[in-house]
């Protein structure tokens, strides 16, 4: 089954061979097991992380005490990176999802290996200029759309980050139960089974072993009135 093309802009990626030594050589390698947390909300920063494989999930708590999922980061991405250039505590928490081998930074020779080099700063900028917008736009679809918004949004850029073609449509190569779809948008998971039961008796979507395959994107394109935004702001 090959892989969906998609051009997303990863930090580690956009970099030369010699840069990606250079920023390797000032790292620890380390692997973690699947629900291990690298840093907690509230935090002081210490650590920036780089993700070789694996995956790990950004999340942060609501005021109610309920968990918000933000972004599922994978292989070129750094997680952590939203403590560089400031002192605040972190506003976030990341948690290993799956086994991961990641490079481990102290966040102050991150800072002084991108204010010697060039390149590695603008490729910071860069990445972290998309995530950015990839963010606000999570949030844009949830509050202009709603839950049932929420949820096709976090289908499509599921499927634009983990997708790969199927001959029944898009296979999102992630095994996702509802209740953790449920984190994503902010609802419940009786919520989240009720809108997919839906989205399966419309044949918009169909499952193959525990994975979920969308075979008709348009409809859910449709609905949030997708325009010509680049893929790189559409993903988890």
């Given at each position: 089954?090959?892989?969906?093309?998609?051009?997303?802009?990863?930090?580690?990626?956009?970099?030369?061979?010699?840069?990606?030594?250079?920023?390797?050589?000032?790292?620890t390698q380390i692997q973690e097991e699947a629900g291990t947390v690298l840093f907690t909300e509230g935090e002081s920063p210490t650590y920036i992380y780089l993700i070789i494989s694996g995956k790990v999930r950004i999340s942060k708590m609501t005021s109610d005490g309920k968990e918000f999922s933000i972004s599922l980061c994978q292989q070129?991405?750094?997680?952590?990176?939203?403590?560089?250039?400031?002192?605040?505590?972190?506003?976030?928490?990341?948690?290993?999802?799956?086994?991961?081998?990641?490079?481990?930074?102290?966040?102050?020779?991150?800072?002084?290996?991108?204010?010697?080099?060039?390149?590695?700063?603008?490729?910071?900028?860069?990445?972290?200029?998309?995530?950015?917008?990839?963010?606000?736009?999570?949030?844009?679809?949830?509050?202009?759309?709603?839950?049932?918004?929420?949820?096709?949004?976090?289908?499509?850029?599921?499927?634009?980050?983990?997708?790969?073609?199927?001959?029944?449509?898009?296979?999102?190569?992630?095994?996702?139960?509802?209740?953790?779809?449920?984190?994503?948008?902010?609802?419940?998971?009786?919520?989240?089974?009720?809108?997919?039961?839906?989205?399966?008796?419309?044949?918009?979507?169909?499952?193959?072993?525990?994975?979920?395959?969308?075979?008709?994107?348009?409809?859910?394109?449709?609905?949030?009135?997708?325009?010509?935004?680049?893929?790189?702001?559409?993903?988890?």
């Open positions: 089954m090959p892989k969906k093309e998609i051009n997303l802009v990863r930090f580690f990626k956009q970099l030369s061979s010699e840069n990606q030594q250079l920023l390797l050589k000032e790292g070129d991405e750094l997680v952590g990176e939203i403590s560089l250039f400031n002192e605040l505590a972190l506003s976030i928490t990341a948690t290993v999802e799956e086994k991961a081998v990641l490079f481990r930074f102290e966040g102050k020779v991150l800072e002084e290996l991108f204010k010697k080099n060039g390149e590695l700063a603008v490729a910071f900028m860069k990445w972290n200029a998309i995530q950015t917008q990839s963010t606000q736009s999570k949030f844009r679809d949830l509050i202009l759309c709603g839950k049932k918004g929420g949820l096709y949004s976090t289908l499509i850029r599921f499927s634009n980050s983990y997708g790969v073609q199927h001959d029944q449509g898009i296979l999102i190569d992630v095994q996702l139960t509802n209740e953790e779809i449920a984190t994503y948008i902010g609802t419940t998971r009786e919520g989240v089974n009720r809108m997919m039961n839906e989205l399966k008796k419309e044949k918009i979507i169909v499952y193959e072993n525990h994975k979920i395959i969308i075979q008709n994107m348009k409809f859910l394109k449709d609905f949030l009135q997708c325009g010509d935004c680049p893929v790189e702001i559409c993903t988890i």
